[in-house]
């Protein structure tokens, strides 16, 4: 595993169970999330990545095991 390069956290998302999509309330609050960060939730599983950022919205690997929203 490589180390880590950075790290943000990200408030005001918002997911559901049946979609691979996380989504921010404004594109500014996700401008710094890169394709192959690793998500950090407790409703995601470990080792979710992000794999594309577009306007207001992070896609990931992974399905959330919860739905709802979240701090980080």
Not at 1 to 16: A, H
Not at 27 to 45: K, L, Q, R, Y
């Amino acid at each position: 595993m490589l180390p880590q390069k950075s790290s943000f956290i990200v408030q005001d998302l918002s997911w559901n169970t049946t979609d691979y999509k996380i989504t921010a309330s404004a594109a500014a609050d996700i401008a710094d999330i890169e394709v192959g960060m690793i998500v950090s939730n407790w409703n995601f599983p470990v080792g979710t990545v992000v794999t594309n950022v577009y306007e207001t919205t992070i896609v990931v690997d992974q399905l959330p095991d919860l739905a709802g929203s979240g701090v980080n």
